[in-house]
T-cell receptor, first 111, second 111 residues
């Protein structure tokens, strides 16, 4: 997973709290992505950014916001966490042939 | 929503046998196809990419693509217990931007 770094790796929140998941890459990816992975649901796209300064919604964007701060960084924010957002979150960047490289993941629990 | 379908398994094979993993997709215009391996508690790791019809071999892994039938498969020869993992099929849809993932097939290689 070298090249895509996510923080924090683990987080426990109470319902209604906010937090930001950070992602940084040093592989010169133009595009970056946030997925969530839940048992039985597979990987689902939350948001993506095709280039610096642009972001687009994926399959499950509700309750999330993102910021593409620069080419290296793509953050995911939960403004008011809900138990339904308990999940494992993966950030990824892709090559110009479409291959995705993932960070190690952030495991979030919302009580 | 473009569909990527995989049998969830578990697929159990004895050590040394060939494991065959299959994936079908609904978007006939898809051009790029990927197999990822995911160990429990870890992030997905790219193991194969394939872009044209036919077979592509890399070590013990062979990816097979048939666009007319809309399926892609992964063969693992001489399966080892260390191959036990969940295998995710991913497809880049023709009109979309981000990869669509199947829910994965769990593979168990028994000594």
């Amino acid at each position: 997973n070298a090249g895509v770094t996510q923080t924090p790796k683990f987080q426990v929140l109470k319902t209604g709290q906010s937090m930001t998941l950070q992602c940084a890459q040093d592989m010169n990816h133009n595009s970056m992505y946030w997925y969530r992975q839940d048992p039985g649901m597979g990987l689902r796209l939350i948001y993506y950014s095709a280039s610096e300064g642009t972001t687009d919604k994926g399959e499950v964007p509700n309750g999330y916001n993102v910021s593409r701060l620069n080419k290296r960084e793509f953050s995911l924010r939960l403004e008011s966490a809900a138990p339904s957002q308990t999940s494992v979150y993966f950030c990824a960047g892709d090559t110009n042939t479409g291959e995705l490289f993932f960070g190690e993941g952030s495991r979030l629990t919302v009580l | 929503q473009k569909e990527v379908e995989q049998n969830s398994g578990p697929l159990s094979v004895p050590e040394g046998a060939i494991a065959s993993l299959n994936c079908t997709y609904s978007d006939r215009g898809s051009q790029s196809f990927f197999w990822y391996r995911q160990y429990s508690g870890k992030s997905p790791e790219l193991i194969m990419s394939i872009y044209s019809n036919g077979d592509k071999e890399d070590g013990r892994f062979t990816a097979q693509l048939n666009k007319a039938s809309q399926y892609v498969s992964l063969l693992i020869r001489d399966s080892q217990p260390s191959d036990s993992a969940t295998y995710l099929c991913a497809v880049n849809p023709n009109s979309g931007y981000a990869l669509n993932f199947g829910k994965g097939t769990s593979l168990l290689v028994t000594p």
